[in-house]
């Protein structure tokens, strides 16, 4: 029965013509195209939709998956005709070539897929990957790709999340906690600086706050200053560093009102002035 | 900010507010009984509050002072917290009593500490909802009243009575001239396009959608149902129950004495603005109404927001038609407020 499969198999690529190449190539092409158009009108709905944003740009991953995988099917099944048992018999053979030839980007893939399906991440996440850090745009089926805080648009291969810790600032929500540390020196009055460090926090306009996603302002005592540290949710996690700079203005804008400085340069870098 | 004993000399009437008032009945009681009682009445701009204060006081006249905040208060002095108050003090407008700025809650901690430490009287406080919830979140503001209530919004019958309350019966004409006699809600228009080349004629196909039959099937709406009951329900639903915005609804559409089914419209406007334009829109909001000067004393001295991005902001909201300006105040356009509020609540900056 298998012979017969396989014996079928090689008769029906032997019968591969133009056409059947030109008819493959457009389910391609069309694949693409679907493909494209479904990431277009997902995102599009997502950026009305605030609140599920994160949740219907995480199905682009998965719809693509599907739309490639039929698209492939509708090509062995129907074009070349195969039954479910070549079709098996095919993919065994494939997957024995490229297993040996293109180990690296079929490993990949299947990151990719294993991606779509443990989300450790979402498109939308802010997540650290090996030496990156950034905002998820789109996790491709070989690729992840990443906008840096510097604007830079980094490609990681999937295979990463097999090897690297992953660590995802949001997992899935549109908030996402930022941490700011303030140094101040050592005889400031600290319940004033933490009173005003607490109200910047509270009253910026980038900021969440709900009973599960508090604002927390920590002191920290240091030998030769003191550090003040807030931890509190940004509204939405794009803009974290605006949050972050808008805090540090206004905090220290008060502070120099009220007489409280930073640590002066020498004591901060104590190793240096030492030497 | 003014203060007043006196009994309000506008007799009118409350709709749909008779839980509340047995609610307030039953703190000031309790109150009397020797319990220690604050009372916390939340609101929508427009939704009734000062109704409800009037009823209040006219329900207790000898025994109410009634202080209205109606700008922001910088000190503290103005509060007359300490002097010769009656047994029920009403402070109206709360959220007058602290600004979204570095320093901006000092007069409210004062103000709820007064509150909590005041055995001789129960104070009953209004606040808009907006900066509640924000000062709920951020001063936990919540465990100073103990008794909060919120003013909910009108059923459809009680709308219609609100709405219908300054006319005599009958005086109103009610049209439906809305065209539900088409079932379909999509039909495909063909629209033939000659191409340039070979001048072969192309069909493109269009959907046109039915309003009417689209919104009969949404609400689920009879054949036979009256056009006053297609009128209210509408007005409801697009005020939000809320009897101020219904009210302006029911003004712009009434060409006395004839209403249309085919006049209420929820056309919803794109609202689009930067950050700071988002932050000045909730500012207005959560504070009802603001003079420019208010606005500059919180966005620029904690915001760096300076005059003259303050006044390009308040270009692009009147560009926009979001706000009015009356007397030098600003705030939403009572028609705009559920968009305003939709949009603020989708960036998260009304939470």
New interface residues.
């Given amino acids: 029965m298998a012979q017969l499969d396989v014996e079928t198999v090689v008769t029906n690529f032997g019968n591969i013509d133009t056409s059947t190449v030109i008819v493959s190539f457009a389910i391609i092409i069309f694949a693409y195209i679907l493909s494209k158009i479904v990431a277009f009108l997902l995102t599009s709905i997502s950026e009305m ?3 599920y944003r994160l949740h219907l740009k995480s199905i682009i991953s998965i719809f693509r998956v599907l739309i490639y995988s039929l698209a492939v099917y509708y090509i062995l099944a129907s074009v070349f005709e195969l039954s479910l048992n070549q079709l098996v018999i095919l993919s065994s053979f494939i997957g024995a070539v490229i297993g040996f030839g293109l180990r690296n980007l079929f490993e990949d893939i299947a990151a990719g897929i294993v991606i779509v399906m443990e989300n450790p991440y979402q498109v939308g996440d802010r997540i650290e990957m090996g030496d990156y850090y950034g905002e998820v745009k789109d996790i491709g089926l070989r690729a992840t790709l990443m906008i840096t805080p510097d604007d830079d648009l980094v490609s990681a291969p999937n295979s990463l999340v097999f090897t690297e810790c992953v660590a995802s600032g949001n997992s899935g929500s ?2 996402m906690m930022a941490t700011l540390d303030i140094y101040i020196e050592n005889d400031s009055d600290v319940d004033l600086a933490m009173k ?1 460090l607490r ?2 926090v ?2 910026s ?2 900021v ?4 599960t996603r508090p ?1 927390v302002i920590l002191l920290n005592d240091y030998p030769f200053y003191k550090g003040l540290k807030a931890r509190a949710y940004v ?2 996690l794009r ?1 974290e560093f ?1 949050y972050r700079s808008d805090i540090t ?2 905090t220290w ?2 502070f120099y009102k009220w007489g409280i400085k930073p640590p002066k340069a020498l004591i901060l870098n104590h190793k240096s002035a030492a030497e | 900010m003014l203060t007043s004993n006196k009994k309000s000399s506008m007799e009118k009437s409350l709709f749909g507010l008779d839980e509340q008032i047995a609610n307030i009945q039953k703190g000031i009681s309790d109150f009397e009984s020797g319990k220690s009682v604050n009372i916390a009445i939340l609101a929508h701009p427009y939704a009734g509050k000062s109704q409800l204060v009037d009823e209040i006081i006219k329900m207790y006249p000898h025994k109410v002072t009634n202080v209205i905040f109606s700008s922001i208060i910088n000190n503290k002095a103005e509060i007359p917290l300490l002097g010769d108050l009656n047994k029920i003090s009403i402070f109206d407008n709360c959220h007058y009593l602290y600004t ?6 000092d007069i409210i901690k004062e103000f709820l500490n007064t509150v909590i430490s005041s055995d001789e009287r129960i104070h009953i406080t209004t606040w808009n909802i907006h900066s509640w919830n924000y000062l709920d ?2 001063l936990d503001i919540g465990k100073y009243f103990p008794i909060q209530i919120t003013i909910p919004p009108l059923e459809p019958a009680v709308m219609k009575k609100f709405l219908l309350s300054g006319y005599k019966e009958n005086e109103i004409l009610f049209v439906n001239d809305s065209d539900v006699s088409e079932k379909k809600i999509f039909t495909a228009i063909k629209k033939p396009i000659t191409e340039k080349i070979t001048h072969r004629t192309i069909n493109l196909y269009s959907l046109r959608i039915n309003n009417a039959a689209f919104k009969a099937l949404l609400f689920k709406r009879k054949k036979d149902e009256t056009a006053e009951s297609i009128i209210f329900e509408e007005i409801t639903k697009i005020s939000h129950g809320n009897p101020g915005v219904a009210k302006e609804i029911w003004n712009k559409c009434l060409e006395y004495p004839v209403i249309k089914t085919s006049s209420i419209n929820s056309d919803f406007d794109d609202i689009d603005f930067d ?2 334009g ?2 000045v829109l ?1 500012i207005i909001l959560s504070m009802g109404h603001l003079k420019k000067e208010e606005l500059k004393q919180i966005l620029y001295q ?3 927001i300076d005059e003259t991005v303050i006044n390009k902001i308040i270009f692009e909201m009147f560009n926009q038609d979001l706000i009015k300006k009356n007397d030098d105040n600003y705030s939403i356009k009572i028609e705009k407020l559920y968009d305003v509020i939709k949009y603020l609540e ?4 009304v ?1």
């Fill in positions: 939709t605030w609140k549109s908030e005003i109200e910047a509270v009253t306009r980038f969440y706050i709900s009973p604002v509204n939405d803009n605006i203005q206004r804008n008060e | 979204r700025s570095i320093g901006g809650f979140q951020v950050d700071t988002r932050f909730y904690s915001h760096n989708k960036i998260r900056l939470w």
